[in-house]
């Protein structure tokens, strides 16, 4: 069955018009060694998305990285391209069936490398390992990804097992399908691709790069609705500035990420350079 609301009485495919002509040129466009995120779905149209503007947008358009939807429909079964059926042992909802799946990420194997460090594939999965700052880092340094968004109650478990597919969670909350999962953690990675974002410091310094949540910002007006900017920020005193940051954001850890903020700690008492009590 497929989902409510889809017309299901033609059996051809469904022209892809999310496809704007930068996305079909993009690999031809891609500069040498482009990161590339292959992303398996059944709404290819909800690609690029928020991907497609600012920074991200800019640098797709500059072939510093490519976006290819492939539409999971189009490997459907028979004349309506049926892709789910209902789960093993009854229950509610649909499930995503495994040999749908497989054709999808045959065709998305192609050109990739065999080898998952260069180019993991990933399903976004509510049980997955949770997805971090240091995993967008590897992401960026590998050679690109195949992401499957899941629908419904989720994929059929032996397409999983088969392919040895990684899961990867976005957070403890259940989203309906996995493309606002599979466009955040693509955010995240090519925002750490060189040349991307304009001043590469400023990703050295944010929440996660050390650790450490980020202090606040601050900027004009000097006051507003009867709040100052803290006199330390005004003072052109670079370390002082540096001294205020870190213990806001020492600070801030502490209060609302006490698991980061025990780890920023072990991490610190073991580094034979860090202030180590002996
Ligand atoms: N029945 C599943 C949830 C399915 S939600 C369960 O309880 O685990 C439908 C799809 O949304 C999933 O297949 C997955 O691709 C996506 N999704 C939902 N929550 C997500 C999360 N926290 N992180 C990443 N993807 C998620």
């Known amino acids: 069955m497929s989902e409510p609301g889809k017309p299901r009485s033609h059996g051809r495919l469904q022209p ?17 060694g482009a990161w590339r995120a292959k992303v398996i779905t059944l709404f290819p149209q909800a690609f690029p998305g928020t991907l497609g503007l600012s920074l991200t947008g800019k640098a797709l358009d500059q072939g510093l990285w490519t976006l290819e939807p492939i ?9 309506h391209r049926n892709v789910d059926d209902t789960p093993a042992g009854g229950g509610a909802g649909m499930v995503l069936r495994a040999d749908v799946m497989a054709r999808a990420l045959g065709v998305a194997a192609q050109g990739t490398p065999g080898d998952r460090a ?14 971090t700052q240091a995993r967008a880092r590897a992401l960026a340094q590998g050679a690109g990804v195949t992401l499957i968004c899941g629908r419904f109650e989720g994929l059929d478990q032996r397409v999983i097992d088969h392919f040895g597919v990684e899961e990867v969670s976005l957070g403890d909350f259940v989203l309906s399908g996995g493309e606002i999962a599979a466009q955040a953690l693509i955010d995240a990675t ?4 060189p040349r991307v974002l304009g001043n590469q410091a400023s990703t050295e310094e944010e929440s996660f790069s050390e650790g450490l949540l980020e202090h606040p910002h601050y900027t004009r007006p000097a006051t507003w609705q009867g709040r100052d900017i803290p006199e330390v920020l005004l003072s052109g005193d670079h370390g002082k500035v540096a001294d205020w940051r870190r213990d806001m954001a020492e600070r ?6 006490p698991d980061l903020w025990r780890a920023y700690r072990d991490g610190h008492d073991r580094d034979p350079d860090g202030d180590q009590e002996l």
């Open 71 to 79: 539409d999971l429909r189009s490997f459907g079964e028979g004349k």
């Open 16 to 32: 892809v018009v999310s496809l704007r002509p930068r996305d079909l040129m993009a690999d031809s466009r891609a500069v040498a």
């Open 252 to 257: 801030l850890t502490k209060e609302r990420r």
């Open 190 to 193: 090519v925002r750490l691709i």
């Open 118 to 131: 260069q180019w993991p594939v990933i399903y976004l999965s509510p049980r997955g390992r949770p997805f």
